[in-house]
Structures are given as C-alpha cells and as structure tokens.
C-alpha cells in the first residue's frame, strides 16, 4: 500500500456559465495540472463526477468526452454519480485505486450545470433534483428538497430548542466567509435579520438559508507518495476517507436528526487517520440548508448533540473561532454545482493546509476534514486531509 497525496487543484468561479461542460471542466482540469505539474497524457485513469447531465443537458456519456477534451483519450474513465456526494465519491475511489498500486496519477473531478443558463428555471431545476429522493414513497408527495431538510432541521428544533436565529447565523457565518472567496457564487454579507425576512422556501428556511443553483466545475490530481516526489506540485496528504449510506425513505430513518451515515462515515475516517474531530483545524461541510450544518456539526463529533446552532450563533464554527466551518462561504455562499461539490471541498482545503488560502486562511491548520452528503442525508462520503511533515 502506498499513501494518497492530492499534488495539484484547480476550480472555476461559482456561479452563471454560458458554456458546454467540456470547456467549463477543462478550465479547472488545466489549472489542477498546473498546480501538479502534470499534463494530459501523465495521467493514468479518470474518475469522475456529474450528476444530471442526462436530465439538464441531454449528455450522459460524459467521461471519455471530457477526457479527449483535456488531452487524456484512451485512458480508463469512469463515471460516479451519487447525487451531492457524486465527486467525493469518485474521490474515495480514485484514492483507493492508488492506496493499491493501480493507478499513479489520477484526475479526479466533477462538473455540472444547475442554473437558468441550462434553459431550467427554479421550478423545472427542483423537479430535477428531487428525483434524488424516493421515487415511490417522497417524489409522490411533492416532496423537494429544501422540504428534506426543512423535515429533519424542524425535529431538530423540536428536540433541542434550535430557533430560526440559530439557523441564520449558519447563513450570516458563511455568507461573511463567502466575501473572502473570489470563486464564491455570493461575494456580499447579511445579516440575521435580513434571513428572517426573506421569503419562506419550505418553513422553517427562508430564501438565504438555502444554497443557491450553481454551475462550475472542481478539479484535484491525485498520486501515490512516490509519484508526488517527482512532481512539482505542493502535497497534502490523504489521511482517510470515510463513506456509509443510511436507509431511505425518511420515514425509515430510526432518528431523523442523527443523519447516520455521517456519523457512520466520519468514525471510519477518523479511525483510518488515526485522529479524532478533537484533532481537525479546518472544516468544508454540506450546507446545503442552514439546517444541514447544524446537523452535520454534530454527526462529525465538532459539538455535542444539540449543540449545532448554537456553535454558529456564539461564532465556534466562526473563521477566528474554535473549529472553523465553512471558510470557503460554503455552499450557501460559494454555490453548489451538485457533481462539482465534493471535490471544490478538497481544492478549499489543499489551499487551507497549503497556506494558500488568503483572507480567510486558518491559521497553522494541520488536519483537514471536507463532509459531503448526498440525497436525503442517504449518502455522505468524509475525507481527511493532513499536512505532510
Ligand atoms: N442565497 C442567496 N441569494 C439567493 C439565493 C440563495 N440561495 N437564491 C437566489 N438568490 C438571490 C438571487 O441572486 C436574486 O438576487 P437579485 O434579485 O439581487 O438578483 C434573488 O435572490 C432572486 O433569485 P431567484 O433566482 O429568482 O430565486 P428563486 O426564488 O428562483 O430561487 C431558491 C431561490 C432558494 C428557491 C433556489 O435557489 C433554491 O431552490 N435553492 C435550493 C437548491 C437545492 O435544493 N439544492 C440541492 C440541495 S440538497
């Protein structure tokens, strides 16, 4: 077995793109093999992720098209598609093809479309993405998924007093970092007052505590530890990857606020690292909703139960504070190009151990943790990131 290193990273702005997805990955692919110092035809295999292309763009034979276009044709290419979660996992896949010797250096990367500029408002685009949830006993009911999360952050408020301050200030927080990212989908700050009076989506969130639709694209090579030595690109080490699946429909669920596949997915992580959540710097999580870090702060061990919107309404979770969350502006602020999320992560977070973050750079972060969830808290895949002493 030898160690996974991530050498190169590259992503686009966060945002509207009038482009065909091979020219919009391509531009985070060449900035990833720049940072390597790699090119297309150094690169043994493709792992790949996009969501929806099949129902937002009529492509669904993606992987080989985006590998010619980047100077990569003939190598193997393969596909993931896991909803949110669908470059993470082509991550953990692509780490685990080198960890045996399969592969040296690896692309991994994701991209997609989701905005108006796919020629799907709002209401055609949320349609599109609740075919994540339960074809039989959710899509049905009309069930989208700002109501997902508005489902489980409700019995959240319920069971632990959680109030709609506590979730804006999960959008305050991260709207703020947000102005410190310049591929950040929203460059401007709020305030707890203007989240209260936006316009209801599905109650409890209100416009701002909901992630925007988002087009982009994120790129990372990965190599073996020898690989890396002969490269030019800074490493970061690959310190463990977890990935779990909880049961679905919802009403299946055994406690609606555990989201157990993050639990599930982070004990593995920290165990393969050798670590625990005591020992992470810096974290990129899946905040879809404000109400999805609340609960996912708590299923990765940052807080005790219960404790989710009050790390954001003291500022734990702040840039300054304790453990911060979401430095990138999160998807609430940076944006969510679904199969572009996982790994837009792990760029956040190479640059973070790096020391490349600017403004909104952690300061001596060591241990790095990207949580990245997919469908109805069904899916989570939780990588961890370390500098290389
Ligand atoms: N956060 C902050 N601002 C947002 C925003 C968001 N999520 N969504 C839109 N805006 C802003 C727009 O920039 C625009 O601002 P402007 O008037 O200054 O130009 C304004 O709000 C209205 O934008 P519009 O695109 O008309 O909003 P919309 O009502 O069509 O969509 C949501 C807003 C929140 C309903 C939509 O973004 C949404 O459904 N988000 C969730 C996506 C999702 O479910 N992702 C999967 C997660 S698992």
């Known amino acids: 077995m030898t160690d ?8 686009t702005d966060f945002g509207v793109h009038e482009r065909p997805l091979p020219e919009l990955f391509a531009d985070a692919a060449f900035e ?19 969501a929806m292309g099949g129902q937002t763009e009529d492509d669904t034979h993606l992987a080989p098209t985006l590998a010619s276009h980047v100077g990569m044709a003939g190598i193997p290419c393969q596909r993931y598609e896991d ?65 997902v999360f508005a489902l489980l952050t409700k019995r959240h408020m319920h069971d632990h007093g959680t109030t709609e301050e506590d979730l804006a200030a999960v959008a305050v927080k991260n709207h703020r970092h947000g102005t410190m990212n310049p591929r950040a989908q929203f460059g401007k700050e709020t305030t707890v007052e203007e989240v209260l009076e936006g316009p209801i989506v599905a109650d409890p969130f209100h416009l ?18 020898e690989a890396a030595a002969s490269l030019s690109g800074t490493p970061v080490g690959v310190a463990g990857v ?15 606020t555990a989201t157990q596949s993050a639990r599930d997915a982070a004990a593995q992580a920290y165990a393969e690292a050798g670590i625990t959540a005591d020992d992470v710097d810096v974290v990129e999580l899946h905040d879809c909703f404000t ?7 708590e299923a990765l061990g940052l807080v005790d139960d219960g404790e989710g919107g009050t790390a954001a309404a003291e500022g734990w979770t702040a840039l300054g504070g304790e453990i911060p969350v979401n430095p990138s502006g999160g998807l609430k602020a940076k944006g969510h190009p ?36 997919g469908g109805d808290a069904a899916t989570t895949v939780v990588s961890v990131l370390e500098v290389i002493a």
């Open 4 to 11: 996974a290193q991530i050498v190169g990273v590259g992503m």
């Open 32 to 50: 990833a093999f720049d940072d390597a110092g790699v090119d297309g035809p150094d690169v043994d295999a493709f792992y790949f992720g996009n």
């Open 83 to 147: 909803a949110c979660a669908t470059s993470s996992n082509a991550f953990k896949h692509a780490v685990r093809a080198v960890e045996a010797g399969q592969h040296d250096v690896v692309l991994v990367g994701g991209v997609e479309r989701c905005t108006p500029a796919t020629g799907l408002e709002t209401p055609a685009m949320t349609s599109v993405f609740a075919t994540a949830a339960h074809r039989q006993y959710e899509q049905p009911t009309g069930l989208t998924f700002p109501g």
């Open 208 to 225: 701002m505590d909901c992630c925007p639709f988002s087009d982009g694209a994120a790129a990372a090579v990965v190599t073996s530890e």
């Open 242 to 256: 977890g990935h779990a699946t909880d049961v679905v429909p919802i009403a299946d669920k055994a406690e609606l």
């Open 291 to 297: 109400g999805a870090e609340v609960l996912a702060v």
């Open 338 to 373: 679904i199969g572009a999320t996982g790994v837009a992560q792990l760029v956040e977070l190479t640059e973070q151990l790096r020391g490349e973050a600017g403004d909104r750079q952690v300061d001596d972060a060591t241990h790095a943790l990207a949580h990245n969830l």
